[in-house]
């Protein structure tokens, strides 16, 4: 139950196209889903956060869209660029406590 | 610049060896949680403190593992006897007392030989 499930594990996508990252979880206590954006060898940096009042977040480029009945979230980068290649994390965390990650999406932007 | 820091960068160190690993969060921020990731993986939790108070901490980590946040500023991780399945990035973050944004630090990368 405290799992969160991420799909696809990668994804490429041309240049100026929409990258969609799915993320599905089953604890209804979750109150925060973040996501981040992880280079190699960095340490992961905080996008874009929702909360399950709220059924879509946008921030420069990048959009979440939040269904609390299906328990589901995912991440949409618009205008998409090869520097947005990365690894992306969804996360979930009830309160303040630890952040329950996805397995990751590695995204290709090819020019 | 004002956001996490962690020391060392790098560490290399020999299998029964300790190691020790420091955190300074973003000043002001009264959480502090430490997390370990492994190549190709996303982060797994190790422990969580409010200030100076260690709230939670994983059921997973070893004995081997402790974690201090003495006056509530920075912290540290300590493992001992490094065993060669410790080598792994060592991630600490850092959040404000609302909200649920953490914050994170550059990493320490272990590498038990």
């Known amino acids: 139950q405290q799992q969160v499930k991420q799909s696809p594990q990668s994804l490429i996508v041309q240049k100026g196209g929409i990258p969609i990252i799915n993320c599905a979880y089953e604890?209804?206590?979750?109150?925060?889903f973040p996501w981040y954006q992880q280079f190699p060898g960095k340490g992961p940096a905080l996008l874009i956060a929702?909360?399950?009042d709220v059924s879509e977040k946008k921030e420069g480029r990048f959009t979440i869209s939040f269904n609390k009945s299906a328990k589901q979230f995912s991440l949409h980068i618009m205008d998409s660029q090869p520097g947005d290649s990365a690894t992306y994390f969804c996360?979930?965390?009830?309160?303040?406590?630890?952040?329950?990650w996805g397995a990751g999406t590695k995204l290709i932007i090819k020019p | 610049d004002t956001g996490v820091s962690q020391d060392p960068r790098h560490k290399i160190t020999k299998r029964g060896q300790n190691v020790t690993f420091r955190c300074d969060p973003i000043?002001?921020?009264?959480?502090l949680y430490w997390y370990r990731q492994t190549l190709g993986q996303g982060p797994e939790f190790l422990t969580y403190?409010?200030?100076?108070?260690?709230?939670?901490k994983s059921r997973l980590l070893s004995d081997r593992f402790s974690a201090e946040r003495p006056k509530g500023s920075f912290s540290t991780l300590e493992i001992q006897r490094t065993e060669q399945g410790d080598s792994a990035m060592y991630l600490c973050?850092?959040?404000?007392?609302?909200?649920?944004?953490?914050?994170f630090g550059p990493g320490t990368r272990l590498t038990v030989t």
């Open positions: 604890n209804t206590a979750f109150d925060y």
């Open positions: 996360a979930a965390s009830e309160g303040n406590y630890q952040l329950i």
């Open positions: 000043s002001e921020h009264n959480r």
């Open positions: 929702i909360r399950p």
């Open positions: 973050a850092s959040g404000g007392p609302w909200g649920g944004e953490q914050y």
């Open positions: 403190f409010q200030n100076e108070a260690q709230l939670e």
